[in-house]
């Protein structure tokens, strides 16, 4: 390019000489040197017209060229992008998604939000870590593995490790913020499930060794206090509030064995409507006494293969947490759905939430935030679940409610052949 700019150049100055020597001899037109510079005149235009051509030819090739590259280098990107088993999300500096992968679109159920601010994209009631990019964006500061909790409105909350990065022009100066997250939603499920089951086995080692032992004198303090009951009104509330105390020691020795050593549930047929219709019936009075609306949407359900008294109990247990958290004129219920080869139950409630710093421990053994409470309810309710083949998992937001899901299977699991 530089070889024929100045070849372009040495002809321009040489027509500048020609027209000089056109413009001497200009007056006599049959002088030979007129002549020669007309023909040298002629020669160079035709070369730079050439020439120009040329170079139009060689632009439109590098056009092409550079053009063709670019589809290259965004095919590629966006294939090194979409193959990447990590959600990748790209803000420019505004805080605004630009670039959005496929594993991105799965993890959260969005299929292509750019040019939409990353904060419209999650739930900004509970701050979990889930702006970590915009405090990249904001601050520089990257992050390593952090682990973060996104909340997505309509789904549940999913746990994510996150590495942030700056995105820099060459001035150094911060253009946008790129993330990469890693779902390890179910990863801490199975932990969980893993502490929950080692604390279970050694609760269970604990129970069979005292368990008994604190009955059987419970059993002789509460038969000598009612044989002896005193006629004396003051003397007798003395008993009857120690016989209380006995009862309430009895039923939390009741419930540690049967956490301990849980019998194998028998299963039968069973109408999951007329169950909790039962249950409802049971809560009917303190229900009652704060007006609370007791809601069954469990119909049209074939017959489960479950224990009805476990499920029993534990629908109770969790009515009567939901009671105790819900205030007057507030809403409590079960709802069923049969999908998938399972049925799927949710306990819900408008209560007053659990706070989110507990909320990993509400299943753990003798964990309550009750005075009077055994902290043992939902342990049992957990194992009842698990000894169903199922899962319970809780969700709860703070002064809104508490949603608990349960899955087992549907699938008839009695032993009467024609069920099967």
Sequence with gaps: MRFRLKNEIAYIAIIGLCAALVLEYATDLQHPALYVLLVVLGTIILKLSLSRQQIFAYKESLIEKLSLNLDLNRSLHKLLLNDSKTAIEVVNKYGVVVNWNDKAAEMTGYIKPLNQNHVDLFSQEHQTGQNKILETLATGIEYLDQEITLSINARDSIIALINTYTLKDKRGRIRGALAVYRDITVKKQMERQAQQADKFLALGQMAAGLAHEIRNPLTTVKGFLQLTMPTNPRHREYYTLMLDEVNRTNKLVSEFILLANPSAPSFVPTDLYALVEEVFVALEQPSEQKNIRLINRSANLPPIGLDVEQFKYLFLNLCMNSLDATPTNGTIGIAA??????????????????????????????????????????????HIVQSHSGTITLESTPHYGTTIHITIPLQASWSDPKHL
């Design 337 to 382: 759905e049969a999908r998938d080869f399972q049925v799927h139950i949710t306990v819900w409630d408008t209560g007053c939430g659990i706070p989110l710093d507990i909320i990993d421990r509400v299943f753990d053994p003798f964990f309550t935030t009750k005075d009077s409470s055994t902290g043992l309810g939902l342990s049992i309710c957990y």
